[in-house]
C-alpha cells in the first residue's frame, strides 16, 4: 500500500485561501486514484473531491464545488488541493486517501490507505 503524507493546513480568514498536498511514497501513484476527505470535530468525514488515475477526471462535493479545485501530478507522485473563497465551515481536519486501481468514489470505503490528516482552521 502506498504511504500518504498530507501537509500545508493552518489558520486562514475567511475569504483566503489554502493549498494542500499529499505526497506519495512505496507504490506506483499513476495507478491510484486519489482523494480528500474532510472531518469536523463530532462530524463524520465528509467526501471534498476526487481525481482518476490519470487525473483527466474530477468531481467535487457540492459544498466545495467552484472553490476547490483537486490535481495531481504522477511525476512527483503528490496530489493536492487548492483551497479559494474559504469559510469557518470549512473548518476540519482534512485527510488525503487513495484507491488502489480504483475509481474516484465519494465513499471513505473505497479508499484503503489514508493519511495523518492536516487540520485547517477557518476564522471568521
Known amino acids: 500500500q502506498v504511504q500518504l503524507l498530507e501537509s500545508g493546513g493552518g489558520l486562514v480568514q475567511a475569504g483566503g485561501s489554502l493549498r494542500l498536498s499529499c505526497a506519495a511514497s512505496?507504490?506506483?501513484?499513476?495507478?491510484?486514484?486519489m482523494a480528500w476527505f474532510r472531518q469536523a470535530p463530532g462530524k463524520e468525514r465528509d467526501f471534498v473531491a476526487a481525481?482518476?488515475?490519470?487525473?483527466?477526471?474530477?468531481k467535487y462535493a457540492d459544498s466545495v464545488k467552484d472553490r476547490f479545485t483537486i490535481s495531481r501530478d504522477n511525476a512527483r507522485n503528490t496530489v493536492y488541493l487548492q483551497m479559494n473563497s474559504l469559510k469557518p465551515e470549512d473548518t476540519a481536519v482534512y485527510y488525503c486517501?487513495?484507491?488502489?486501481?480504483?475509481?474516484?468514489?465519494?465513499?471513505?470505503?473505497?479508499?484503503?490507505?489514508w493519511g495523518q490528516g492536516t487540520p485547517v482552521t477557518v476564522s471568521s
Open positions: 512505496g507504490g506506483t501513484f499513476s495507478r491510484y486514484a
Open positions: 481525481v482518476t488515475r490519470t487525473g483527466g477526471s474530477t
Open positions: 486517501a487513495s484507491a488502489y486501481m480504483g475509481l474516484s468514489t465519494n465513499y471513505p470505503s473505497g479508499y484503503e490507505s
